[in-house]
C-alpha cells in the first residue's frame, strides 16, 4: 500500500519519477548480485589477443617480403641473421652493401648485439654474390622496412597492455598460466564469466575443438587435445602421454579466483603450485597435498595481501588528502594576500587623491600670488599707474624699436658730414 500510493504521501514526488527510481534500484540491486560489470572489461582483452595474433601473422608475412625482396641485393644476410626484426632493421641500415666498411662495424653490433656476427655480416657484404639495386629500388626497400620495424614495435607496446589488463581482470588466471594463454582462454570461451561458468573438461579441450571430434577414442584424442591451448602452457607441455589431459584438468579446475574488492594472485600462485606437484606425481609418484589445505592457506595469504593493499590504498589516500589540503591552504593564503594588498592599494589611492588635491591648491595659491604681484604698480618714478604683464611687455617692446629708428636716423645724419 505504501508502494502504491507513495506518489501522494510524499510530497513532490509523481508516480513517473517514482516508478524511473524503483527502476533504477532494482537494476543496481542485479548488478550488485550477479557480479556484473556493465563495462565488461574482458572485451578489451578479447580485442587485444585478436589484434595481438593478426599483428603476429602480417609481421611475418611482411618479414618474409622484406627478406625475398632486399635477398636480391644481399643474399648471405639472410642466413647470418634468422629474426625477422633484427633482419628489417638490418636492411634499413646497411642499404646498399658496397658502401659497408668497418666504420659501422659499431652500429651492426647494437642491432645484432653480437661482434662475431657484425663482423661476419662485414665481411659477407664484400664477398656477396648479389646483383647490384639502384637507389630508388633502396629507398622502397628501406621506407617498407620501417613500416615492419613500426609494427614490430607496436606489437610490443600491445602485449605489454595485455599483460597490465590481465594482472588487474584476471591476476590468478594469468598467475596460473599466463597472461597471453588466459587471454586466449577469455577468448575462446567469449567472456571471463562463460569462462568461470565451464567445468574443467571444456576448458581443457578450448581451442582444440576441431580435433576432439575429428578423433573419437584412446591416446589419439589425448594427444589432439595437448595442442588446444592449455598445451601453449609450458608446465603443462612437460608431462607426456595421458599426463597432459589430467594436468589440463587440474589447471582447468579452479581457473578463477573468488571475487574480492582488491584483485590479487594469490588462489591462481596456489593453484600453479598444485599442478606442480600434481605433476611431479606423475613422475615421480610424490603425493600431492589436498585441495581443502591449499584453499585454506590461500584464504589466509589473500586476506593478508588484500589488508596490505588496503593499507597501502589507505596511506595514499592521506598523502593524498594532505597534499589537496596544503594546496587550499595555499590558495587561501594566496587569496588573503591578494586581498591585503587590495585594501592597502585602496587606501594607498585616496592618500593619493588628497596629496594630488593638495599640490593643485598650493600651485592655483602660487599663481594668484604671481598675479597680485603682477597687478601692483610699478614705483620707476616715471609711472604711476599700475600696468599689467603683457601690457607691460608691449610697452617695452615699443621703446626697443623707437630707440633703433632714432640710431638709424642718427647714422643717415652723420654719412653726409662725413662725406
Not at 217 to 229: D, I, L, N, W, Y
Request: proline share 3%.
Amino acid at each position: 500500500g505504501i508502494r502504491l500510493h507513495f506518489h501522494a504521501l510524499v510530497k513532490g514526488l509523481t508516480a513517473q519519477s517514482a516508478s524511473k527510481a524503483q527502476l533504477g534500484l532494482g537494476h543496481s540491486y542485479s548488478r550488485a548480485k550477479v557480479k556484473f560489470n556493465v563495462n565488461r572489461v574482458d572485451n578489451m582483452i578479447i580485442q587485444s589477443i585478436s589484434l595481438l595474433d593478426q599483428l603476429d601473422k602480417d609481421i611475418n608475412t611482411f618479414s618474409m617480403r622484406v627478406r625475398e625482396w632486399y635477398g636480391y641485393h644481399f643474399p648471405e644476410l639472410i642466413k647470418i641473421v634468422s629474426e625477422n626484426y633484427t633482419y628489417c632493421r638490418l636492411a634499413k641500415f646497411i642499404g646498399n652493401r658496397k658502401e659497408l666498411s668497418e666504420e659501422s662495424l659499431e652500429g651492426l653490433e647494437e642491432i645484432v648485439m653480437d661482434s662475431a656476427k657484425a663482423q661476419a655480416i662485414l665481411e659477407a657484404s664484400r664477398s656477396s654474390m648479389g646483383m647490384d639495386i639502384s637507389p630508388l629500388d633502396l629507398i622502397n626497400i628501406e621506407s617498407f622496412s620501417s613500416r615492419v620495424i613500426s609494427l614490430s614495435e607496436y606489437r610490443k607496446g600491445l602485449q605489454e597492455y595485455l599483460r597490465s589488463k590481465m594482472s588487474q581482470v584476471a591476476p590468478s588466471l594469468s598467475a596460473l598460466i599466463g597472461e597471453v594463454v588466459g587471454a586466449r582462454l577469455i577468448s575462446h570461451a567469449g567472456s571471463l564469466t562463460n569462462l568461470a561458468k565451464y567445468p574443467a573438461s571444456t576448458v581443457q579441450i578450448l581451442g582444440a575443438e576441431k580435433a576432439l571430434f575429428r578423433y573419437r577414442c584412446g591416446v589419439v584424442a589425448v594427444m589432439a587435445v595437448s595442442h588446444c591451448v592449455n598445451g601453449e602452457d609450458s608446465g603443462l607441455s612437460r608431462a607426456g602421454g595421458r599426463a597432459v589431459g589430467r594436468a589440463g584438468q587440474a589447471g582447468g579446475a579452479e581457473p578463477l579466483s573468488p571475487p574480492t574488492e582488491v584483485p590479487t594472485s594469490v588462489f591462481g600462485d596456489k593453484l600453479r603450485e598444485q599442478v606442480e606437484e600434481r605433476l611431479a606425481f606423475y613422475e615421480t609418484g610424490e603425493p600431492p597435498r589436498k585441495n581443502l589445505e591449499v584453499m585454506k592457506e590461500a584464504v589466509v595469504e589473500a586476506s593478508e595481501a588484500v589488508a596490505e593493499v588496503k593499507r597501502k590504498q589507505e596511506k595514499k589516500e592521506k598523502k593524498k588528502k594532505k597534499r589537496e589540503k596544503r594546496r587550499l591552504e595555499a590558495l587561501a593564503a594566496a587569496a588573503e594576500e591578494n586581498a591585503v594588498l587590495e585594501m592597502e592599494e585602496n587606501d594607498t589611492e585616496p592618500k593619493k587623491k588628497k596629496k594630488k588635491k593638495k599640490k593643485e591648491q598650493e600651485l592655483e595659491a602660487e599663481s594668484e600670488q604671481e598675479l597680485e604681484a603682477a597687478s601692483e604698480p610699478e614705483e620707476n618714478g616715471l609711472e604711476d599707474e599700475a600696468v599689467p604683464k603683457k601690457k607691460r611687455k608691449l610697452v617695452v617692446e615699443a621703446d626697443q624699436e623707437e630707440e633703433k629708428k632714432k640710431k638709424k636716423k642718427k647714422k643717415k645724419a652723420r654719412d653726409p658730414e662725413e662725406d
